[in-house]
């Protein structure tokens, strides 16, 4: 069984339990909160996984595009 964890969700889940923990750290804590989702977010943070392919799941293949010429000269 594999499992694949996303960083974003990951990173919510860390600081709303250190919120009910210590709730006068609160400020601190939505502070970065923010500095890491902006950061993920300006670096394309979907490519980063906990598991994924060194785990041995691997990305389906991309489907086939298919492209149709339409003749417009009649």
Known sequence: ???TLAVGPLVSLIAGVLILIVPRLLNYIV????IVIGLLGLF???????G???AGVTAPAPAAVS???IDRSA
Do not use: E, F, Q
Not at 31 to 34: F, G, I, K, P, Q
């Open 31 to 34: 502070a970065l909160y923010l």
């Open 67 to 69: 492209t149709l010429a």
């Open 52 to 54: 994924g392919a060194a």
């Open 1 to 3: 069984m594999n499992i």
């Open 44 to 50: 394309g943070a979907g490519n980063y996984r906990v």
